[in-house]
């Protein structure tokens, strides 16, 4: 089959931004992504189901004014009038309230979704002649998909793309016959679900697609939708879903073969493996059984000529539990049942088909890789173990990487994608081509000659061209094997993409310790670098921050804190605090505090800009430093929060004075000062912590002049692109604040109320008062003063450090940090 032409990426369009800082209109929709013809400002997508809805959704996210159709419903409605908007236009408002209603949200915020309209297929289908993209959405059935598209068809522009989200239908099937200059618009595009928060886009063109087609979608569907976009050829269920539908079923099968229990598959293919949480039953649940059933149907029926059919055979206890209606979550059962009682699961006996309790997995091979933190070691270690769970382990990895390794050409270009589009969709951390390699291709040999496996076209020639992995470092970049010229080819570098890793290969780091880097970005631009586990601040990170503030005074013009891990900063290090309570340190308990507090007004009222670059989770003191840069570049996914309250604690490090200290900001002159204080309260005593970036602007924690940033991968230029703007106006940043007005005893009586309300209606122990107290006392100005006062960012920060080491000395504190540490999550004793 000829290969499939690969389009440049290097195509300008603007940078997903948001806020008033001259970054980007308000808006999210300040991204218009141009290809030769085609240029995509509004989308409509054809079905307002689970996908589509949720599919709108994200549009909406990133500020794309959205059309959303779908049937008039079949039954007339009892109220109103049978043939008013409302009622024909039903289908299609219930899957815009679902996207709403979702959980996790759907939306950053849920005023974005006034940018979709509604309509149906009757009386508004002639509405997407405005629209530059039609989204094919409605049920995985061709009869249904061939005759909406015919319908839609008359109605289009000359210039719209059309696609289809099918996870598996051909492309080429669902339009054979339609119009030639239609089919050369036409294309898949298979979001994987839920559209917000998974990161691959598949995009599968026909033998027809226009290139500019493609090009023109993958730049909009990377750019303004952040996602992951992989090339893929129209064969049944395309990249992802082909490889990961074998890979469950292989589980599915082995289960029974090795004699494994429900609990024990989800311990062994979780993230001891590489995989997410949810493993490999959680996982079918949240799916559906009948999801599962389809897809394999799907698969048997269109494999049937290359004979890989037989492996899309569901196991009969897979089938007995469908006839049962034992779906999952849809059904409320599944492999597992929630019982009566708060954290009570049931796992399904598959020898009885009944539910009993859930037990833990006794698989000492498991608990003696914990300690390994590289997944492919770990890997190797769980294939050589010599029990039953390595021979687990042998024959999943043997059957897998086969089957990803035989059907990539057929599928995909190229091995990249073909990892890719398993760690973007399916969340592994090792992708199948990187696991062989971890393995060692000869390992991996002695694997598929074990399960009696045929030789791989593939390998042998990887091994004919005197190559032995399939990933490699070519003129110190990294390269993969072409299996179409048998030789490596670079992996082409992001455009606008900073890489501290590939910084500091090239000797741009000036400092280190273990727990942070400072790192030069290039063009009079410094980074701190957070590296310590769930890059919690310890004394290394704040040691870190003051050497990059006194390098940034004396060499350069900016400074940017941010890195490449997994998120932001997970806040204080608890670890060091309890054993210093323990010890009964008070002084290096006070001294840690104050040191921290320094760092963050060093950080606010630096002579040259500090731009903070937050992502995923930013914590307690991760959100504290945040609130002191001189501006934030956020990522769209940004959960922040000041949750100190989880641990029997309250912000110490600034983040209780600068959260009053804009709220009293924005007090109206004459205004009452209350309802200002009452949702800081609130917001701090209760942890909330935002569901977005843009949600993180509502709760305070960003300001109107703080941008957004679509693209994570981007981020940190846009953060260095904002520190050198900034750097140009000439900073003048002031001194600290004298003049913060606080309420004194009538502030901190409302606030007093409002816990004895909050307890009465048993929202809060007694233990959370005690700590709302202290907070209510640091946000009144002490509780002493007989009226509203105006006081220094110094007094505040006193009273914060006094309250803070207060609660350390609570016996209910230290047990609520002890807990946090072992679980991971809160205690409210």
């Not at 996602?227 to 074998?246: C, Q």
């Not at 630096?606 to 430093?625: S, Y």
């Not at 005593?685 to 970036?693: F, N, R």
């Not at 007094?795 to 309250?803: S, T």
Request: glycine fraction near 10%; charged fraction near 25%.
């Amino acid at each position: 089959m000829p290969r499939k032409q690969h389009f440049s990426h290097s195509h300008p369009a603007r940078d997903c931004l948001q806020g008033s800082s001259g970054f980007g209109r308000r808006s999210y929709a300040i991204l218009i992504v141009k290809s030769i013809v085609h240029e995509i400002r509004k989308v409509a997508v054809l079905g307002a189901g689970t996908m589509g809805s949720l599919i709108g959704a994200h549009l909406a996210n990133a500020g794309v004014p959205c059309l959303l159709l779908d049937r008039v419903p079949d039954e007339p409605r009892q109220e109103g009038k049978p043939g008013d908007a409302g009622h024909r236009n039903r289908l299609a408002a219930a899957g815009l309230d679902g996207a709403l209603k979702t959980r996790p949200p759907a939306f950053f915020v849920p005023e974005s979704a006034r940018l979709i309209s509604i309509g149906n297929f009757e009386d508004d289908l002639c509405r997407i002649r405005e629209c530059d993209w039609v989204i094919e959405a409605v049920v995985e059935d061709l009869g249904a998909k061939r005759a909406l598209l015919s319908r839609a068809q008359p109605h289009l522009s000359s210039e719209t793309i059309v696609s289809s989200n099918t996870s598996g239908i051909s492309l080429a099937t669902i339009v054979e016959g339609f119009d030639p200059d239609f089919r050369r618009r036409w294309l898949g595009t298979h979001f994987f679900n839920p559209p917000r928060y998974m990161k691959l886009l598949e995009i599968i063109p026909t033998t027809e697609t226009l290139p500019g087609v493609v090009e023109a979608v993958s730049k909009f569907g990377e750019e303004a939708l952040a996602k992951g976009v992989v090339l893929a050829k129209d064969r049944p269920n395309f990249i992802a879903n082909r490889i990961g539908t074998f890979f469950t079923m292989s589980v599915l099968k082995l289960m029974q073969e090795e004699g494994f229990s429900v609990e024990e598959i989800d311990a062994l293919t979780g993230p001891v493996m590489g995989l997410p949480r949810s493993a490999t039953f959680r996982t079918l649940d949240l799916v559906g059984l009948d999801v599962l059933a389809h897809v394999v149907t799907n698969l048997r029926k269109s494999l049937k000529e290359d004979g890989s059919a037989a492996v899309f055979e569901l196991p009969e206890y897979v089938v007995r539990m469908i006839q049962l209606n034992l779906l999952g979550e849809k059904t409320r059962q599944g492999f597992y049942r929630k019982g009566s009682k708060e954290g009570e699961i049931f796992s399904l006996d598959l020898g009885t088909f009944q539910y009993r309790a859930r037990a833990k997995p006794n698989l000492p091979s498991l608990d003696r890789v914990k300690s390994i933190d590289d997944v492919r070691e770990r890997i190797r270690a769980l294939a050589g173990s010599p029990d039953k769970v390595g021979r687990f382990y042998q024959r999943l990895l043997g059957k897998t990487l086969h089957y990803a390794a035989a059907c990539a050409p057929d599928i995909s270009d190229d091995v990249l994608s073909v990892d890719r589009a398993m760690k973007w969709g399916f969340n592994w951390e090792c992708a199948p081509f990187e696991l062989i390699d971890a393995l060692g291709i000869e390992k991996a040999q002695e694997l598929w000659n074990n399960e009696r496996l045929p030789v791989l076209p593939l390998v042998e020639k990887l091994r004919s061209s005197g190559n032995g992995s399939f990933y490699a470092e070519r003129n110190g970049k990294p390269a993969y094997f072409d299996f179409i010229t048998a030789n490596y080819r670079t992996v082409e570098e992001r455009q606008g993409v900073i890489a501290l890793s590939a910084l500091k290969a090239a000797g741009r780091e000036l400092k280190k310790n273990a727990g942070a880097s400072l790192i030069d970005l290039g063009d009079g631009v410094l980074c701190v670098e957070f590296h310590s586990k769930m890059n919690v601040l310890g004394p290394d990170a704040i040691q870190m921050v003051h050497a990059g503030l006194k390098t940034l005074n004396d060499h350069y013009e900016a400074l940017v804190i941010g890195n490449d891990g997994a998120l932001f900063s997970a806040g204080a290090n608890l670890m060091l605090l309890l054993m210093a309570v323990e010890e009964g340190d008070w002084d290096e308990v006070h001294e840690a505090v104050r040191e921290f507090q320094n760092a963050n007004m060093a950080i606010k009222y630096a002579p040259k800009p500090v731009v903070a670059a937050p992502f995923g989770l930013a914590l307690g003191g991760g959100t504290e430093i945040s609130l002191h840069a001189s501006r934030v570049v956020a990522a769209a996914e940004t959960y922040m929060g000041l949750v100190e309250s989880g641990v029997g604690l309250i912000p110490a490090g600034g983040g209780s004075k600068e959260m009053l200290l804009r709220a009293m900001d924005a007090v109206p002159a004459d205004a009452d000062l209350f309802p200002y204080l009452k949702e800081v309260f609130i917001n701090i005593g209760m942890g909330k912590v935002s569901t977005s970036a843009e949600d993180a602007r509502k709760l305070g924690y960003l300001s109107s002049r703080d941008v957004v940033c679509m693209r994570r991968d981007k981020q940190l230029a846009l953060a260095k692109q904002l520190a050198l703007s900034l750097a140009q106006t000439g900073r003048r940043p002031g001194k600290p604040r004298e003049d913060i007005v606080v309420s004194g005893t009538a502030g901190f009586s409302k606030m007093q109320l409002a816990l004895h309300l909050m307890r009465r209606a048993g929202y809060v122990s007694d233990y959370d008062v005690l700590v709302g107290t202290h907070l209510a006392r640091v946000l009144s100005g002490g509780g002493e003063f007989t009226g509203p006062q105006r006081v220094s960012e110094q007094y505040l920060l006193d009273l914060e450090r006094e309250a803070f080491v207060s609660l350390c000395g609570e016996k209910k504190t230290r047990e609520r940090i002890q807990h946090m540490l072992k679980t991971g999550k809160p205690l409210r004793n």
